[in-house]
């Protein structure tokens, strides 16, 4: 068998910038938690993405975790969160104990609608937070959800999980709201093997983020905790080796838009599909090169006929309304998000793909139509 093509596998540099850092923190014995790595990690990024501040966690969903407790989600708060996204985003809502409202996409952009958050605010007036996700790297519609969440003068939380290194109108998503949350999962644009950042132009909540992170240790001599705490910390070891990461960041972004020009250029005139969409404001870092299929190849025939040659596809995020534990929440909306998940496919988007692999992988897909 051919060797695998992945969707988005992790990707080190070829330069070992990363080497460079991990060695230094074995060298210097501090793997911990703490330490430079995490330090200088957080400063490069903040600095990166044009914002005052950040906290290197354990996860992205750490991160939306803290970034809700920062906001003063309780029990019984109401926080609107996109349906059509991963359940990272909508697991921290559970965890605050708080009752998550799903929110539908919008055609023009696969992100929330911002038509059905204005829907959703008259129905729940009194919503604490809302999670603005930035669906495949592509933006939301920033301006639009900042005005009507600024008028209800509520919190906003950018899940840029997907979207390091894309830029709504010339500023870095996940710098809008009052928070933004970042992933460093081994299939994201750059990795730390695993592991997440929570972002904010509020220093005092930053600060106050990784206290709750580090299980809430008072300053004290002894071992005292006064509120309560998560084991929520990066170590010094993956924070290094996201710091070697970040300074490839640039040229990932680069081979990402290269494979989503080259399915594009290969693909656009075959009846039935559609590209996700690149609105002129959007500069997305083309995380998930993704299409719709609306004729009468279907998504599963596609998967499968990828699959007989070794090659990984996905299917697009199957909206949270529709998943079996979150079913039972309220949805806003007219189905835009379960039509894309019904037709939607996510191609493979792995930056060590050569042309050859990608001529492959088109190849395939041409043979079906």
Not at 55 to 81: M, N, Q, R, W, Y
Not at 94 to 113: C, E, G, L, R
Request: charged share 25%; glycine share 8%.
């Amino acid at each position: 068998m051919s060797k695998r093509i992945f969707l988005s596998s992790p990707h080190m540099s070829e330069e070992g910038f990363e080497q460079h850092f991990v060695q230094e923190a074995f060298d210097t014995n501090w793997i911990a938690p703490l330490g430079t790595n995490v330090n200088e990690f957080e400063n490069e990024l903040a600095k990166k993405i044009g914002i005052k501040t950040a906290a290197a966690l354990s996860s992205g969903t750490a991160a939306i975790h803290l970034a809700l407790k920062a906001a003063g989600v309780e029990e019984g708060d109401i926080v609107f969160c996109p349906s059509l996204t991963f359940s990272a985003t909508a697991n921290p809502i559970i965890y605050q104990h708080a009752t998550p409202v799903f929110i539908d996409s919008d055609k023009k952009t696969w992100n929330m609608d911002p038509n059905a958050l204005e829907e959703a605010f008259i129905k729940y007036p009194a919503v604490k937070a809302v999670i603005v996700v930035h669906l495949y790297g592509l933006s939301a519609d920033m301006d639009r959800i900042m005005e009507i969440c600024n008028k209800y003068n509520v919190a906003v939380i950018e899940d840029a999980a997907e979207s390091l290194g894309t830029y709504y109108k010339g500023k870095h998503t996940g710098t809008f709201g009052d928070y933004g949350v970042f992933s460093f999962n081994g299939n994201k644009i750059i990795t730390t093997s695993g592991g997440g950042m929570l972002v904010s132009n509020n220093k005092e909540k930053i600060a106050k983020a990784r206290f709750w992170a580090t299980q809430s240790r008072d300053q004290a001599r002894h071992y005292q905790h006064s509120e309560l705490g998560y084991n929520y910390r990066m170590s010094n070891i993956a924070a290094g080796i996201g710091r070697g990461q970040l300074k490839v960041l640039n040229k990932r972004v680069e081979k990402k838009r290269y494979i989503y020009e080259f399915y594009k250029q290969e693909l656009v005139g075959l009846e039935g599909i559609e590209f996700m969409p690149w609105n002129e404001w959007d500069e997305p870092n083309f995380w998930m090169s993704s299409i719709t299929l609306t004729g009468n190849v279907r998504p599963v025939e596609l998967m499968d006929a990828l699959e007989k040659e070794n090659i990984e596809s996905r299917p697009v995020w199957k909206p949270m309304h529709l998943q079996p534990y979150f079913m039972k929440y309220d949805f806003i909306g007219e189905g835009v998000s379960e039509c894309l998940f019904e037709n939607g496919v996510c191609l493979p988007s792995d930056t060590k793909m050569t042309h050859e692999e990608l001529s492959h992988v088109t190849k395939i897909i041409k043979g079906l139509f």
